[in-house]
C-alpha cells in the first residue's frame, strides 16, 4: 500500500504544481500606426533631389497631361477617388508610362490599398529607367506599402533597392 500512495502522493504534487504555473502572455504584434500620408512622405523623402543626378523627361501626350494636371487637382482637394478615375483614364491611353503609373501607385498608397502600390510600382519598375528620382520612388511605395501589410523582411529588400537608382552624372571641369 506504501508502495502505491508514494506515486500517487508525487502524481498529485506535480499536478498541483502545474496547475499554479501560468502560461506566457500572448504575443501582440505592435500595431502600426504610419497614416497613408506618412507614408507618402517617406516616398517623397526617399526621392529626394539630388543637383548632382542627370534626370530626363519625356515628352508627354497632351490629353494624358491634361488628366495628370486634373488627378493633382482632385488629389489636393482631397478627392482620391475621382484622382484615381482621372489617372486610370490616363493609364488607358497610356499604359505603360511608369511616370503615370508611379501617380496612381502613391494615390492608392494615400487611398491605403497597399497591394494595388505595389502592384502600380512593380509595373513602373519593369517598364521605367532602373536610375534617378522616379526609380527611387518606385522602389519606396514598393517599401512602403510592404511595411504597411507587416513584411518588413520584403521591405527591407526594397530599401536596399533605393540606393541602386542613384547614379551620378557626369563631371564636367
Given at each position: 500500500?506504501?508502495?502505491?500512495?508514494?506515486?500517487?502522493?508525487?502524481?498529485?504534487?506535480?499536478?498541483?504544481?502545474?496547475?499554479?504555473v501560468s502560461s506566457a502572455p500572448p504575443v501582440v504584434k505592435p500595431v502600426d500606426t504610419?497614416?497613408?500620408?506618412?507614408?507618402?512622405?517617406?516616398?517623397?523623402?526617399?526621392?529626394?533631389?539630388?543637383?548632382?543626378?542627370?534626370?530626363?523627361?519625356?515628352?508627354?501626350?497632351?490629353?494624358?497631361?491634361?488628366?495628370?494636371?486634373?488627378?493633382?487637382?482632385?488629389?489636393?482637394?482631397?478627392?482620391?477617388?475621382?484622382?484615381?478615375?482621372?489617372?486610370?483614364?490616363?493609364?488607358?491611353?497610356?499604359?505603360?508610362?511608369?511616370?503615370?503609373?508611379?501617380?496612381?501607385?502613391?494615390?492608392?498608397?494615400?487611398?491605403?490599398?497597399?497591394?494595388?502600390?505595389?502592384?502600380?510600382?512593380?509595373?513602373?519598375?519593369?517598364?521605367?529607367?532602373?536610375?534617378?528620382?522616379?526609380?527611387?520612388?518606385?522602389?519606396?511605395?514598393?517599401?512602403?506599402?510592404?511595411?504597411?501589410?507587416?513584411?518588413?523582411?520584403?521591405?527591407?529588400?526594397?530599401?536596399?533597392?533605393?540606393?541602386?537608382?542613384?547614379?551620378?552624372?557626369?563631371?564636367?571641369?
Amino acid at each position: 500500500m506504501r508502495s502505491l500512495l508514494q506515486p500517487l502522493a508525487l502524481t498529485g504534487l506535480s499536478l498541483a504544481l502545474a496547475a499554479c504555473v501560468s502560461s506566457a502572455p500572448p504575443v501582440v504584434k505592435p500595431v502600426d500606426t504610419t497614416t497613408p500620408a506618412q507614408r507618402l512622405a517617406a516616398v517623397d523623402a526617399a526621392a529626394g533631389p539630388d543637383d548632382k543626378e542627370l534626370s530626363v523627361q519625356p515628352l508627354r501626350d497632351s490629353q494624358v497631361e491634361d488628366l495628370r494636371v486634373t488627378a493633382q487637382a482632385q488629389r489636393q482637394a482631397n478627392d482620391l477617388a475621382g484622382a484615381a478615375s482621372s489617372l486610370d483614364h490616363a493609364l488607358e491611353i497610356v499604359a505603360g508610362d511608369p511616370a503615370v503609373l508611379q501617380e496612381r501607385a502613391e494615390l492608392a498608397l494615400l487611398q491605403g490599398q497597399w497591394a494595388q502600390a505595389e502592384a502600380f510600382a512593380r509595373k513602373a519598375v519593369d517598364l521605367g529607367s532602373k536610375t534617378g528620382p522616379l526609380c527611387r520612388r518606385h522602389w519606396a511605395t514598393i517599401e512602403q506599402s510592404r511595411l504597411a501589410r507587416g513584411e518588413k523582411e520584403n521591405a527591407v529588400s526594397a530599401h536596399a533597392q533605393i540606393e541602386g537608382c542613384t547614379v551620378p552624372g557626369i563631371k564636367r571641369y
